[in-house]
């Protein structure tokens, strides 16, 4: 009888030793090579976050609901965020280990992955760039950290976001010393952040146009609440969306209208600040937004570092079934031609992807926060790393057969991320 164990996940040696040291899996100095060019060098670190990650017991889950699945999220971020050391803040500053959480979140998490990079990129890591320090952003990122609320970046909108074209509105109010955000028309409407789920308090980086007295000073990001335990904040209306078909989250349709703001709210770091006579910039309108985004790269090297981890265990699952199963008791399907050209074609672009995007984070880790030529990588690798492998797991998938569409097997969810990183908010900011 055919022995068939299609999945390699949950029999992959995940525990690392009480000192984080692990013995190589093997000793070929070649394999050895490969995998510090794919990894890097700090081996103990994946081994701790890896046992972190697949400890959170997390899985493709079959016979839930899509708002059932979405929920998981918010626990499992808060679990992990207490697992590697209590802070979110510490880990979205650290751009090694943030990388690396997300590449196994990709690999072992698939509810989690959803979430982080919304949470650690898009929202704690713009507060710390462009906070002021104050006790209204101090409050909000304590939250943050301990995972007490979700991150998100409120920045598209209905009518289509390229660069700087949101039509958002934040009104400077001097007497009340805060901007009151609204939505013009429905094309300015924000377009699928995930504050769709009522049992969650979420906190936004929301991007506006900025006005003071009728002058329009460009597009620049907002801290606020957006929902607490008690529903989303006055001033805002959320419709559910959708289910989409992979992936669940909870997306949702957002129109403002008078949302109040604090002027300490405004991340703008030391150049648009609220000053003695209201709002000032060093910066000229038109460079503003492009300022204030350059903290999106790093959200988008990790993205690229977990499509291509979800590819590598993609094909770690395939090349193990295909070393197994034998369609119709007759050849092995890795000894089949067309099999292995797929297979062999699809690990090469692996390798050199998941080379490439380590290249990358390597620059990142050590260039200063907003690195022009590390934003440019940073632009090149994330469609390249999130195409590249979207259609190594759509092979995957193909060459599993039917297995391959279980998601018992992973493949499916693992398809999700690149999926959905292809599309996601940071692909025309520039
Ligand atoms: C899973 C997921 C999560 C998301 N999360 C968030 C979130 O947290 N916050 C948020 O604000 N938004 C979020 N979004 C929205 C996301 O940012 C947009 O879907 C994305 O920017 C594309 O916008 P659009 O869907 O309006 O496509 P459109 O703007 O209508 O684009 C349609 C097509 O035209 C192409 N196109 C448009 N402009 C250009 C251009 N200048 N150059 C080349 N091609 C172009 C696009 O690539 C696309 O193929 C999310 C989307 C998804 C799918």
Redesign the pocket.
Known sequence: MEKIAMTTVDGLPILAHPDGTRPPIHSDPTVDALRTAILGTETSLHHRVRAVIAGLGDRPSTGMTYATEASLAPDLLRTAIAALGGSAVAIANDPRLRGIVCEWAAVYAPHLL?VLT?HLD?SIATITALGNGSAYQRELLAELDIGESVG?????E?G???GADQQTTATWDSPRNGFWLDSPDPASW?????IADTTTPKIGVITARVIVDGRDEGVLPLLSRVRTQHGVEAGLSVLVLPD?GW?P?D?ALIRFDKLFVPGDGLLGGTWAVIGADGFESTVPVPARFHRAIATLGQGRLDLAGAAAAGARAGLAVTVNYALQRRPGGRTLMADRGTVRRDLVSALAATYATSVLGRRVQDMAATAPTGDQVVGVWSMLVKPLLAYTAHEVLLTCRQRSGAQGTLRTNWIQDWIGSPA?SD??????LS
Not at 423 to 428: D, F, K
């Open positions: 959803p919304g898009l998100v970046l409120l920045l598209t209905l289509g976001t390229n924000k377009f699928m952040p995930n989409k992936t989250m997306h959905g599309m996601s908010q940071e692909t025309r």
